[in-house]
């Protein structure tokens, strides 16, 4: 089916750095989602956006929804060990069953 | 209650077995979806249930086989199933048209 593009796949770095990550689509979405995922365990939900241009935050995590809704980012500040984990974005149409399209992941390392 | 729980946490099975996955949740949430994630890769859908009827069925062979007995409540029965179906089961629940809440995942293993 069809996935995101999300980038980066794979981030390896210090702990105390500032993180970014970012999707894009082809489609429009009327929702943003970002999710983490710890090995072996489900996703967890970070943020949503619900509104083109919205910025919102949620401690050290802010994403915004992107003026054109093809597209989200997410930035991590002041990164520390706990932060490691998958991140998925996800797009959602209300037309389409509330049915998700995820990004491909990327895969965060924080070396201590 | 804000989560969603799924048993068993593990499950290794035969290819002749029949075993079920459990997944609930009480946040008064009427759709509910199942899952399937292989590593490395983004979740893929495989049903949705809204308001306890099938609405979306990906194509998911006929060996895997859904029930939603009440609003709280999704199975997903296992029969018959391929080594190649070993992966984690997720499911998931939301309100019409919001965020979907993922459960903690069954790591199943058919051998």
């Known amino acids: 089916g069809q996935q995101l593009n999300q980038s980066p796949q794979s981030m390896f770095i210090q702990e105390g750095e500032d993180v970014s990550m970012n999707c894009t689509s082809s489609?429009?979405?009327?929702?943003w989602l970002w999710y983490k995922q710890d090995p072996g365990e489900g996703p967890v939900l970070l943020i949503a956006?619900?509104?083109?241009?919205e910025l919102t935050s949620n401690g050290r995590l802010t994403a915004q929804f992107g003026i054109t809704r093809k597209d989200s980012f997410l930035n991590i500040s002041a990164s520390i060990p706990s932060d490691v984990g998958i991140y998925f974005c996800?797009?959602?149409?209300?037309?389409?069953?509330?049915?998700?399209?995820f990004g491909g992941g990327t895969r965060l390392m924080v070396k201590p | 209650d804000t989560e969603v729980t799924q048993t068993p946490k593990h499950l290794v099975m035969g290819m002749t077995n029949k075993k079920s996955l459990k997944c609930e949740q009480h946040m008064g949430h009427r759709a509910m979806y199942w899952y399937k994630q292989k590593a490395k890769k983004p979740p893929e859908l495989m049903f949705v249930y809204s308001y306890e009827k099938l609405s979306i069925n990906e194509s998911v062979p006929s060996r895997f086989s859904p029930e939603c007995p009440n609003s709280s409540l999704l199975n997903l029965h296992l029969h018959a199933l391929q080594p190649e179906d070993s992966a984690l089961y997720l499911c998931a629940s939301s309100l019409p048209y919001n965020e979907q809440f993922f459960g903690p995942g069954t790591r199943l293993t058919v051998l």
């Open positions: 489609s429009i979405f009327n929702t």
């Open positions: 956006l619900y509104k083109a241009g």
């Open positions: 996800a797009g959602q149409f209300n037309n389409a069953g509330n049915m998700l399209t």
